[in-house]
């Protein structure tokens, strides 16, 4: 794909998602209304920047997209190798994952009474253009992983907080837990706001 050709669409979730949360809405709403306008965003396949679609062969990459200035969600893009897949692990926060290309496996877990981990259901099937929801509320920890034996799978992932610096864990089957904090693969953020060849047009 050529380099984003249509930032506005990003620009305008963006938009929508910061007008959502000046509501001050609940959580339940926030997965509702913003899994509709995540869904939107991922029906399109023309404005992801391809800087932030390039899969590596040692570990996944986790691209950022944009941060509210008030660290009340972000934006991330995961690209996965063929073959990659996180550990178990949680996110503490809110958050939404809605593929837009390739696919993915995402495996929930839960504690036993013994303390172990343990598959929660089936593995969901991620495929271009389905959103899922995670949180501590409705189910946090979870194992990922590109479902695609020969090409790189993106999914597009919003949280509600600035997920690089969130204090978190992965954790072994046993229940056994390690901190971690994600940070991103990028340096640099995509410039979307640049609109003077969009006003030049106009």
């Not at 590596?56 to 995961?78: G, K, T």
């Not at 501590?136 to 194992?143: E, S, Y």
């Not at 799978?153 to 089957?173: D, P």
Request: glycine residues 8%; charged residues 20%.
């Amino acid at each position: 794909m050529s380099p984003s050709h249509n930032p506005a669409r990003l620009r305008n979730f963006i938009r929508s998602l910061a007008e959502l949360l000046d509501s001050k809405p609940a959580e339940s709403r926030i997965l509702q209304e913003g899994g509709t306008l995540l869904r939107q965003l991922i029906a399109s396949d023309d404005w992801l920047p391809d800087a932030c679609a390039q899969a590596l062969p040692e570990r996944y990459q986790q691209y950022l997209l944009h941060v509210d200035s008030a660290e009340r969600f972000s934006i991330v893009s995961f690209v996965w190798g063929p073959g990659q897949a996180t550990p178990i692990h949680d996110h503490t926060v809110w958050g939404l994952v809605g593929m837009l290309r390739g696919a993915e496996y995402a495996q929930a877990y839960k504690a036993g009474d013994d303390g172990c981990l343990r598959p929660d259901g089936a593995a969901v099937k991620l495929l271009p253009g389905m959103v899922e929801a995670v949180s501590p509320a409705v189910g946090d920890i979870h194992k990922v992983c590109n479902a695609c034996p020969d090409q790189a799978s993106v999914s597009i992932h919003v949280y509600g907080a600035n997920i690089g610096a969130v204090r978190r864990s992965v954790y072994a089957e046993d229940g056994s837990s390690k901190p971690f904090i994600s940070g991103y693969s990028n340096s640099q953020l995509p410039n979307i706001w640049d609109l003077s060849s969009e006003l030049k047009n106009t």
